[in-house]
């Protein structure tokens, strides 16, 4: 019984001291475990929501396409718009319209390039920023030989035909500047106006009322 109970007392001296040992390093592992498992958390993508009071527009034709449609969705039945107006953003290349504080289409578009004030030495856009009105100028086409430059589907918004939404430009022949039209949505380029694909401008010229709030940003 003696000798049993040596043989017990032993083993439970050899338990202990193993337990001594290894817990220890269970500990240390899991310590050294824990940077690694931050780091990993922290380079997994955060999906935070991306709404605001301006979206970016879910629907947009991607890539820009100038012949088409900005959206790959109708345009807005306007019968059913309550209160109408349409902003552009020129740095951003995009001209949305809203109904209240909710926009329900966004085009691609191209403003007035970036210039240099002499008097100033502020970098401003040829077009102008500030809140305007649609105005009763508009028709299927225009040439400026001046500027060797016209388009299709005008509207104008400013100057009574001076500042205008209209189609990418046109060259003296009626055939669209490629090289121009490849800007849209993605650079400024125009001397003033508004640049919208074709069929934007098109709906624009046919569907935008006189006297719609235009407030052009940026």
Known sequence: MRKRTKYWVYGLFCLVVIMLAVVPQIRASRQQAQPTSRHAAASQPVHRSTSTAQPAGQHMRIPINWRKPSETVPYPDLGKVKDLWVKVDLKGNRTYLYDGQKVIYTMYSTG????????????????????????????????????????????????????????????????????????LGKSQGSHGCVRLSVPDARWMEQNLPVGTKVVVVG
């Open 112 to 183: 007035g390039i970036y210039k240099k004030d002499a008097k100033t030495g502020k970098t401003k856009s040829a077009t102008p920023t500030g809140t305007f009105h649609v105005q009763q100028e508009r028709g299927d086409s225009f040439y400026n030989a001046k500027l060797q430059e016209g388009a299709n589907y005008y509207t104008s918004w400013l100057n009574h035909g001076e500042y205008l939404f209209h189609s990418v430009p046109t060259k003296a022949d009626g055939s669209y500047n490629q090289k121009e039209a490849a800007k």
